[in-house]
């Protein structure tokens, strides 16, 4: 399974940019960069996709290296209803799947 | 369009029953998933299916857990002889197929199983 690497939790006041990191050293050329986010007591919600270029949707931004072994998730402006734990995902492609696989996430805090 | 819907939204059972969640995906999709998530985990992957067939069923557990999606109605992730360990959040997600790959995962309310 392709790995993800994300700092356990940041924290970023309100109405200011909040870039968060992911490291996936390990991913393959076919794997798709995808992020969700999860707020309390839901279930997660997608956010964003991208397999090289960047991209932007209303939401958020995301940022990919060139060498896709690593990506940025960028909220323009941070607000209370952004605090939620955001997880960033390759997903395989195969035969037999359209896994997600996720790992533990960064807990955002969006300080007032 | 509404989304994925999961019912119920909690349920307990005692130590022995039998637990059923329901998922009904996002219309127009037809593959389904099923996630479960331990208290402070992430969550994981137990199976994937299609209309009347399991994909991968790599994340189930061999005993007591089983999971169908049935021509007509909701996919139905089924646990027998519930234990204490069983409690978490279980999550379904539906795709679409585009391009006739399956696509971005929708992800349900969740169903909290409390084993008592």
């Known amino acids: 399974d392709a790995k993800t690497t994300q700092p356990n939790s940041m924290e970023s006041n309100e109405e200011e940019p909040v870039h968060l990191p992911c490291n996936h050293s390990t991913i393959s050329g076919t794997d798709y960069i995808h992020w969700y986010r999860q707020l309390p007591s839901q279930g997660p919600e997608y956010v964003i996709h991208?397999?090289?270029s960047n991209v932007n949707n209303r939401m958020a931004s995301l940022a990919i290296a060139e060498d896709r072994k690593s990506s940025t998730l960028i909220l323009h402006r941070a607000t209370l209803r952004d605090a939620a734990v955001y997880y960033c995902?390759?997903?395989?492609?195969?035969?037999?799947?359209?896994?997600?696989?996720f790992g533990t996430g960064t807990s955002l805090t969006v300080i007032p | 369009n509404a989304g994925v819907m999961q019912n119920p939204r909690h349920l307990v059972r005692r130590r022995g029953q039998e637990a059923r969640l329901r998922c009904s995906p996002m219309?127009?999709?037809?593959?389904v998933y099923w996630y479960r998530q331990l208290p402070e985990e992430g969550l994981k992957f137990m199976v994937y299916l299609q209309k009347e067939n399991i994909i991968d069923e790599s994340g189930m557990p061999k005993e007591r857990f089983s999971a169908e999606f049935p021509k007509e109605g909701p996919s139905i992730l089924r646990i027998q002889q519930v234990v204490r360990g069983d409690s978490a959040a279980y999550f379904c997600a539906s795709s679409p197929i585009i391009y006739r790959v399956p696509d971005t995962q929708y992800f349900g309310p969740g169903t909290r199983l409390t084993v008592l």
């Open positions: 995902i390759l997903r395989a492609l195969s035969n037999t799947g359209n896994q997600f696989y």
């Open positions: 991208g397999l090289t």
């Open positions: 219309k127009g999709h037809s593959h």
